[in-house]
């Protein structure tokens, strides 16, 4: 074990801010232990559950659940057996960690997805080649062949229920990852005046949810004829996967079977559904706590555990019973049972960089705790990062350990550069009345097998929460948020010594930011007013050019709206200097995508693309009724505060707006839903017996078309949405092409 930091004093001066290394605050941090073989892992097991097993089974995180049950059945207390469900049996692009990278594709005659690492490319719904499109939409998988301006969808085919989904594609084959799963039952024991009795009384209920992850292997090689000839289910839930060369990396985290747990009726039971799910305990076997897959290839089904037990490892202080497994398969090769390495711990967080493969974890935590207990738990939150090696083509291994205290916002807050992994956290609550929350960076060296902390910046945004981080080579950035946006310039030259060199306050924050060269940074997120307010979509323009002055040099805004690339950096994209953006209004007023150009210290509106069309006719036969006919009235006020449309129509007239949903009251009605001067004020404006008011709820527009992610192929933009891809030369933004996928 190694001593994470030592000092004489229970601080130490660090940029930024003294960081304090008192008892509560030391780290520890060591390798993880790998189990010898499967008798171990399962003795380690089952001692670790017996002593957290309460009545309601494990993990168990709320209060007592006293439900109705819906079927009874009769049974003796050392036969029960209810039966638990068994579960069912991309080329990347744009920017990198270097300025230099930022935006570069290894091919100028397309761009691909937007990623955090060039090399290291990251599953999304869209992908293309330069010759073809794949776009995988609610289940449905599409191929579209690119000639110039032009798409033409060869084919499509359904692939999966679940949701989640994300695809890579190599060659002639594509990767599709995605999450499925259902329900188990749980058994409910009633209570009972003897405890000696041998029979009670017991009740199933739904229970339960067992999470499935898919992963599906589909044939490229006729454009017209795409097949799925692979397809692998996975006990738990898919994280996330990357793709270096022809290998990819992906990230499982499984819970145990949830097994026959006994769940008291009452009170009065807990004790002896305790000893029952304690002698459960005792006779699981290790393929109740270990994840398991069956894989399907043409006519041929395989099964078996996902990982052998000398590829589990544990931490030395318990991690919960989670696995968190890392597999590997070859794309070239095609889908196979892959190889697999796991921790015990539950992932959340993935990064990856060339050469190692990053998942944070999260901490158990008891399910019996106090308000003051999970207070002092939540403050002193650490978060333990595992690296495994993906140096070759060979199966990742496991290679180091760390604990960092606080939270990772997203994979942004990592980033490894030369050896050296930096991280920032953040610790505390950011809505405490104590003003007790605050980010920090901290710089890891891989010392044999442990993570060692070599380097520290404290001070981040003191009392407000991570908004954004971006680690870049030697310099970094990060956004910090509750009324004003710090936004921070780090110096990373150094690891032991990292520092924060500049600030910038400003309103509103940035949630995602994208390098442009050595000289600029975009921040993509909201405006807001001095008091936090948020206003609508902004994008910043940052000159880092002196790190100790950083400055706003432009902004572009859009009240009343919001783009996908705040919460997805793969719904950005940059081509050369140009920016472009999915752009929602909650107004309706734009549906689409902004191109903007970077030059010179400023930002410039180019454009825009939307995939709606107007209307080729009315919308409907009805009269609409405006705000100053109805002047002093309650429909007035909808009209005017909420934008509700209200039309005067007559016995033959068919009625409806579009595709809104519209209450139709008769006029006879009118004053019983509005108030006695209406009907009096539509007898002025010609209403007449048998008329009808309708009262219709427009969508202000078609949430199906909202654009989503854009390519650009040979100087043609291609931007997707649930309904549709569509080409618009870059050149005038002429559209040529429409391609339905819906």
Not at 290 to 316: M, N, Q
Not at 409 to 417: A, G, R, V
Not at 464 to 485: C, H, K, P
Not at 691 to 699: A, G, N, Q, S
Request: aromatic share 8%.
């Amino acid at each position: 074990m190694v001593l994470g930091a030592c000092s004489d004093s229970n601080q130490v001066e660090s940029s930024g801010a003294p960081i304090d290394l008192g008892p509560n605050n030391i780290e520890l941090v060591t390798s993880l232990v790998p189990f010898s073989d499967c008798d171990e892992l399962l003795s380690h097991l089952k001692e670790e559950a017996r002593e957290r097993v309460g009545p309601y089974g494990l993990n168990y995180q709320g209060g007592p659940f006293w439900g109705m049950p819906e079927m009874r059945v009769e049974i003796g207390m050392a036969e029960m057996d209810v039966a638990s469900a068994e579960p069912e049996s991309t080329s990347g692009s744009a920017s990198g960690s270097a300025f230099s990278d930022a935006g570069g594709s290894g091919d100028d005659s397309y761009t691909g997805t937007n990623v955090q690492e060039v090399g290291v490319d990251e599953p999304d719904i869209i992908k293309t080649d330069g010759s073809r499109i794949l776009i995988v939409n609610n289940g449905v998988l599409s191929h579209i062949a690119i000639e110039g301006s032009q798409g033409t969808k060869t084919d499509q085919i359904e692939i999966s229920d679940g949701w989640g989904h994300e695809l890579f594609i190599s060659g002639n084959r594509a990767l599709l990852f995605t999450n499925g799963g259902g329900y188990d039952d749980v058994v409910i024991m009633e209570s009972s005046s003897s405890e000696s009795e041998d029979v009670a009384e017991m009740s199933v209920m739904p229970g339960f949810y067992i999470p499935v992850a898919h992963v599906i292997e589909i044939d490229l090689s006729d454009p017209y004829n795409l097949q799925v000839i692979g397809e692998m289910k996975i006990e738990g839930q898919y994280l996330s996967a990357r793709l270096v060369g022809d290998t990819v990396r992906m990230a499982i985290n499984s819970a145990p079977n949830q097994l026959e747990w006994v769940y008291p009726s009452s009170p009065g039971s807990e004790d002896r559904a305790t000893r029952f799910n304690k002698e459960l305990i005792d006779e699981t076997t290790i393929e109740d706590w270990t994840p398991r897959f069956t894989l399907t290839k043409g006519e041929t089904t395989s099964s078996g555990s996902l990982l052998a037990c000398e590829d589990l490892h544990r931490p030395e202080s318990f991690s919960g019973f989670d696995v968190v497994s890392v597999l590997s398969f070859n794309i070239a090769d095609g889908l196979t049972e892959g190889s697999g390495v796991g921790v015990l711990a539950s992932g959340q967080t993935v990064y990856s960089s060339l050469d190692r493969f990053y998942v944070a974890t999260t901490k158990w935590m008891e399910a019996e705790i106090s308000e003051e207990d999970f207070d002092e738990w939540s403050e002193s939150y650490s978060t333990d990062i595992h690296a495994f090696s993906i140096s070759t083509d060979a199966p990742a291994q496991y290679a180091a350990s760390g604990i960092v205290q606080g939270t990772l916002l997203n994979q942004f807050s990592m980033d490894e550069h030369d050896g050296y992994l930096r991280i920032i956290t953040t610790t505390g609550s950011p809505w405490d009345d104590r003003n007790l929350s605050e980010s920090q960076l901290v710089v890891f060296e891989e010392q044999e097998s442990v993570l060692k902390k070599i380097g520290q910046a404290g001070g981040l945004g003191k009392g407000e929460s991570l908004y954004s981080a971006r680690l870049l080579d030697d310099i970094g950035f990060a956004v910090t948020f509750r009324q004003i946006d710090p936004f921070y310039v780090l110096d990373l030259s150094d690891p032991t010594d990292p520092e924060i060199v500049g600030e910038l306050k400003i309103p509103g924050f940035s949630t995602y930011l994208h390098p442009i060269d050595e000289n600029y940074v975009v921040g993509i997120g909201q405006n807001a007013t001095d008091e936090g307010r948020v206003l609508g979509l902004k994008v910043s323009l940052f000159d880092v050019s002196d790190k100790t002055d950083p400055r706003e040099t432009a902004t572009w805004t859009m009240n009343d709206a919001n783009s996908p690339a705040e919460r997805d950096h793969r719904a950005f994209q940059i081509y050369g200097q140009t920016i472009i953006l999915p752009v929602q209004s909650w107004t309706g007023k734009v549906n689409g995508a902004v191109l903007l150009e970077i030059g010179e210290g400023k930002i410039s509106y180019v454009g825009e693309v939307t995939h709606e069309t107007e209307s080729s006719g009315p919308v409907s036969d009805c009269r609409e009724l405006t705000a100053a006919e109805l002047e002093g009235t309650e429909l007035q006020f909808w009209i005017d505060e909420y934008g509700q449309y209200f039309q005067l129509c007559s016995a033959t007239d068919t009625g409806g707006y579009e595709n809104s949903w519209c209450e139709s009251i008769p006029l006879s009605e009118i004053d019983d839903w509005y108030g006695d001067e209406i009907s009096t004020i539509l007898e002025e404006i010609g209403a007449q017996d048998g008329d009808r008011i309708e009262e219709c709820w427009v969508d202000p527009f078609n949430w199906n078309l909202q654009i989503q992610r854009s390519l650009i192929i040979n100087d043609v933009l291609w931007t997707m949405s649930w309904g549709q891809l569509q080409s618009n030369l870059l050149d005038g933004l002429e559209t040529k092409s429409v391609v339905p996928i819906g």
